[in-house]
């Protein structure tokens, strides 16, 4: 089960395609991947693009590149313990657990991923069921919240 299907990609393009010309720029694109933690200087996205902005179509062709990407990285990083990269992922996750955990309460309720995804421009009123629902499907213990590793699991398998 993927954490972003068509719809939110389609929500998410029309959000960064503030000109409504159906295309998305190289610098709108790269804000969007630094908020989730994905760090590509301009130049690169160019020469892995080759291109100044994306229609729909390339931008899922772009998501699933660096979905499939992103594995790669995973599956090369989960097999070498006790890996530097182990490490700046861990603290990446953490540093990002902190962003939603608005309340420092070391929890991250629907409410605090409401508010966080609606500052990034990522939900409105029209989605509210999807944060109950991110939040269902990744909490193992139900209560209604996430915890640290159950928001790692749902980042590693967001990311894969």
Avoid: P
Wanted: proline share 0%; aromatic share 10%.
């Amino acid at each position: 089960m993927s954490l972003l299907g068509t719809g939110d990609l389609r929500r998410i393009f029309e959000n960064l395609d503030k000109n409504g010309d159906g295309q998305v720029s190289l610098e709108e694109l790269k804000w969007l991947l630094e908020k989730i933690g994905i760090h590509y200087s301009t130049d690169e996205l160019e020469s892995s693009i080759n291109k100044s902005s994306l229609d729909f179509d390339e931008f899922l062709y772009f998501y699933d590149s660096i979905s499939s990407e992103e594995t790669v990285r995973s599956d090369e990083l989960e097999s070498r313990e006790s890996n530097e990269g182990d490490v700046d992922q861990e603290t990446d996750l953490v540093e990002a657990f902190k962003v939603f955990d608005l309340n420092d309460d070391g929890f991250i309720s629907w409410d605090e991923l409401q508010s966080v995804l609606s500052k990034l421009e990522l939900w409105d009123k029209r989605s509210g069921g999807d944060c109950n629902s991110m939040i269902r499907a990744y909490d193992t213990n139900n209560d209604g919240k996430l915890d640290f590793e159950e928001f790692k699991s749902m980042m590693l398998f967001t990311i894969s």
